[in-house]
């Protein structure tokens, strides 16, 4: 699971990676970042199916 928040990464990054969450992501990031963290989510899922 990826999350893409409004919120401050330095105050809920770690929770949610905490929670289970593979990467988190502040909505201001940059486009190419998101792509690419989306992707990786993306491959690490296919292979743990």
């Not at 990464?9 to 201001?28: Q, T, W």
């Amino acid at each position: 699971m990826l999350v893409v928040s409004a919120f401050d990464e330095s105050l809920y990054a770690e929770r949610a990676l905490r929670a289970g969450a593979h990467g988190y992501i502040n909505k201001r990031g940059l486009q190419d970042k998101i792509l690419c963290l989306t992707r990786c989510e993306r491959s690490s899922a296919a292979n743990a199916t």
